[in-house]
Nanobody, 126 residues
Framework: QVQLAESGGGSVQAGGSLRLSCAAS????????MGWVRQAPGKERERVLS???????NYADSVKGRFTFSRDNYKNTLYLQMNNLKPEDTAIYYC????????????????????WGQGTQVTVSS
């Protein structure tokens, strides 16, 4: 069974940085889409970044140039480096995995994901 556990959230001032981690188990990278999804209070879940089974990445326009994905296959851990954080980045961040349908653009997105971590809170103050 796929299990995901996020860590690394916290509170920072605008312009600061955080690195989120997602410890994953129970699946093979080469067969699953992975992603980071966030949800701000009163808003719907928003895809931040998706990683296809072939390793290709797709970032949301709102985080391009500021957020970067990396992976340590030995540790089975995914990372999301978040730089130049803005107050609008405040949300609960979830790590997700799945093999569901992809978007019309061919990338993994929220409906693709079946498995979710418990989330980690990121708060950015102005």
């Amino acid at each position: 069974q796929v299990q995901l556990a996020e860590s690394g959230g916290g509170s920072v001032q605008a312009g600061g940085s955080l690195r989120l981690s997602c410890a994953a188990s129970g699946y093979t990278y080469s067969t699953y889409c992975m992603g980071w999804v966030r949800q701000a209070p009163g808003k719907e879940r928003e895809r931040v970044l998706s990683i296809d089974s072939d390793g290709s990445t797709n970032y949301a326009d709102s985080v391009k140039g500021r957020f970067t994905f990396s992976r340590d296959n030995y540790k089975n851990t995914l990372y999301l480096q978040m730089n130049n954080l803005k107050p609008e980045d405040t949300a609960i961040y979830y790590c997700a995995a799945g093999r569901g349908p992809k978007s019309s653009g061919g990338y993994c997105y929220t409906p693709t994901f079946r498995y979710w971590g418990q989330g980690t809170q990121v708060t950015v103050s102005s």
